[in-house]
C-alpha cells in the first residue's frame, strides 16, 4: 500500500535524457573549421614554395649566368688587349736589305735598297699563355696604364653580434634558460 500512494510518473526519473546534454555536432564542426583553415594555410604555403622554386629562382640563376658570362668576356677581352699591347711593345722593326738583279747598265756603285718589315696582323690563339698575360699585365700596370678595381676584403660589421658580442650572446641564451625552468617551476607549483 505504500507503493500505491505515491503517484510517480516514469518520466521524473529519467536521469540520462538526451534534452540535457550539449551537442556534439558544433564541437565537431569547430574543430572542421579549425582543421580546414590551418589545411588551408599549408596548401597556400606549398603552392607558394612550389612557384617559387619553379618561377623566382630559375629566374636568377638565369640572371646570374648571364651576368658572369658577360664578366668572363670582359675579362677576356682585357687579357687579350694587354697580351696584343705586349707583344706590340715587343716588336721591333728589322731592316732587311735586298738585293737589285744586276742590269745591263754599269753603274758606279750598287746601292742597296732598304726594305723595312711592316707589322701584319698578330694572331692571338684561344688559348693564352698565363704566364705571358701576367707579365703584360704587371708591365701595364706598372706603367701606370692599368688602374686596380676595387674587391672586397672583409665582411661588414653590422649586426647584433658584432655590437654585443658572442660572450654576451651566450650569456643572454643561458638567461632565458632559467627564465623557462623557472616559469615550469612556477606553474607545476600552484
Given at each position: ?31 572542421y573549421i579549425v582543421a580546414g ?83 701584319t696582323d698578330i694572331l692571338v ?13 704587371l708591365t701595364e700596370a706598372a ?48
Amino acid at each position: 500500500m505504500a507503493f500505491e500512494d505515491m503517484d510517480l510518473d516514469d518520466n521524473e526519473f529519467d536521469m540520462g535524457s538526451d534534452d540535457s546534454s550539449p551537442p556534439e555536432e558544433s564541437a565537431n564542426r569547430t574543430f572542421y573549421i579549425v582543421a580546414g583553415v590551418i589545411g588551408g594555410v599549408m596548401l597556400l604555403s606549398l603552392i607558394c614554395l612550389a612557384l617559387y622554386a619553379l618561377v623566382y629562382q630559375p629566374r636568377q640563376r638565369d640572371q646570374r649566368a648571364t651576368q658572369v658570362a658577360a664578366i668572363n668576356a670582359q675579362n677576356t677581352q682585357l687579357a687579350q688587349a694587354a697580351v696584343e699591347t705586349g707583344l706590340a711593345a715587343k716588336f721591333t722593326a728589322t731592316p732587311t736589305v735586298t738585293p737589285i738583279p744586276p742590269t745591263a747598265t754599269a753603274s758606279a756603285s750598287p746601292s742597296p735598297t732598304l726594305v723595312v718589315a711592316q707589322p701584319t696582323d698578330i694572331l692571338v690563339s684561344p688559348t693564352i699563355d698565363r704566364t705571358a698575360t701576367v707579365s703584360a699585365l704587371l708591365t701595364e700596370a706598372a706603367a701606370g696604364r692599368l688602374t686596380a678595381t676595387p674587391t672586397a676584403s672583409a665582411l661588414p660589421d653590422t649586426g647584433f653580434v658584432e655590437d654585443v658580442g658572442i660572450p654576451a650572446m651566450v650569456g643572454l641564451a643561458l638567461v632565458l634558460v632559467v627564465v623557462i625552468f623557472l616559469a615550469r617551476r612556477l606553474r607545476t607549483a600552484t
